[in-house]
Nanobody, 125 residues
């Protein structure tokens, strides 16, 4: 399984970015995918997750209303739309996937067995 994240870059505060994560190597008809982010010196933190089959979405409480996760089944791609970006959103964003998905564990790094290389998002003030 390979996950390829893209879409990061430099944006001014208040702006928007859309990250993409393309999955290849297998079908994700019954799995979940998620986005995490990490800044230097801090642990990787949960951002959002989506059940590939049902489309149910989950968000870190602090990001609800600004970030939206979605999927395109035909393209095996998950997106993260980020609006009203703030300087503290600056981080490396990682996409993750697994063969199983549980709403009880979907916000845990340990729940995901596949990770893509990160894409850097920098929000300037």
């Amino acid at each position: 399984v390979q996950l390829q994240a893209s879409g990061g870059g430099l944006v001014q505060a208040g702006g928007s970015l859309r990250l993409s994560c393309a999955a290849s190597g297998r079908t994700f008809s019954s799995t979940g995918m998620a986005w995490f982010r990490q800044t230097p010196g801090k642990e990787r933190e949960f951002v959002a997750a989506i059940s590939w089959g049902s489309g149910s979405t989950y968000y870190a409480e602090s990001l609800k209303g600004r970030f939206t996760i979605s999927r395109d089944n035909a393209k095996n791609t998950v997106y993260l739309q980020m609006n009203s970006l703030r300087p503290d959103d600056t981080a490396v964003y990682y996409c993750a996937a697994d063969d199983t998905f549980s709403r009880l564990t979907m916000n845990s790094r340990a729940a995901y067995g596949y990770w893509g290389k990160g894409t850097l998002v920098t929000v300037s003030s």
